[in-house]
């Protein structure tokens, strides 16, 4: 890769197909063909087909990519919607609004703003504070979902799966008729197929089948079947269809 050009816009400008060392819009910029690249930085409008980092690859504007979007780290701060599919070799980062018409491919995902994955999740690490709907599997190592809205997940699969609300912390500390009334506002993750792991532990997560060696499930939960190997807890305000000790 020729690492000697740098492509800057800062008004309206087109892209060639190329390699190039940083490529970076702060206006209008429209890529043309697959761009290899070291950096990718987008603070204006851009869109493109494929691109291919070697290091970074960060939006704070708005960027559209009809193909595929690969780099070592992703960051998202304004709004991304890429096509195709997104695989960030090591972490991808999302506090704006990221879509993706593929599937995902990182080893650590953190999203604090908004996901929507047509596709599948894969990743080592993911840590979600803020709202992800993902029409596949969200499959990792381990899992941390801390939610204050719905979402909606094909399956989830994992070692370790934490799945709980943060309107249901911030309830627990009112009085107990406003925790009562509160409760019923709390939109839930729900899970179309099945949530499978090692330990697994839940709370307002409607899923047809859980499954796993040590389960808890909380406050809010709706499973029609719980399957577990060593361990299982059950709270008095979840309704669970079916138990069985695998």
């Known amino acids: 890769m020729n690492t000697n050009i740098d492509m800057r816009i800062s008004g309206s400008g087109n892209i060639p197909s190329g390699e190039y060392n940083k490529v970076s819009v702060s206006g209008s910029g429209h890529l043309i063909g697959k761009v290899r690249c070291v950096s990718f930085s987008s603070s204006g409008s851009s869109k493109g087909e494929d691109i291919e980092c070697t290091e970074n690859f960060k939006v704070s504007g708005s960027s559209h990519?009809?193909?595929?979007?690969?780099?070592?780290?992703?960051?998202?701060?304004?709004?991304?919607?890429?096509?195709?599919e997104l695989i960030a070799k090591e972490s991808f980062s999302t506090s704006g609004s990221t879509k993706c018409g593929k599937s995902i491919k990182c080893e650590?995902?953190?999203?604090?703003?908004?996901?929507?994955?047509?596709g599948d999740i894969e990743s080592e690490s993911v840590k979600i504070g803020g709202t992800?709907?993902?029409a596949g599997l969200l499959n990792a190592e381990n899992i941390e979902i801390k939610f204050d809205r719905g979402m909606n997940i094909g399956s989830i699969g994992g070692s370790k799966i934490v799945i709980v609300s943060e309107k249901a912390?911030?309830?627990?500390?009112?009085?107990?008729l406003f925790s009562s009334l509160a409760k019923t506002a709390t939109?839930?993750?729900?899970v179309n197929s099945s949530i499978e792991g090692d330990e697994v532990a839940l709370e307002y997560v409607t899923c047809p089948r859980v499954t796993g060696r040590v389960i808890a499930i909380g406050q809010g939960c709706n499973v029609d079947l719980v399957e577990y190997s060593e361990d299982i807890e059950i709270s008095p305000d979840a309704k669970v269809g079916k138990t069985e000790k695998i």
Not at 187 to 190: A, E, S
């Open 169 to 176: 912390i911030k309830v627990s500390q009112r009085l107990p």
């Open 65 to 84: 990519f009809s193909g595929n979007i690969e780099a070592a780290d992703v960051k998202v701060s304004g709004s991304l919607h890429c096509d195709g």
């Open 187 to 190: 939109k839930g993750v729900n």
């Open 132 to 134: 992800v709907n993902c």
């Open 108 to 118: 650590q995902l953190s999203v604090s703003g908004s996901l929507k994955v047509e």
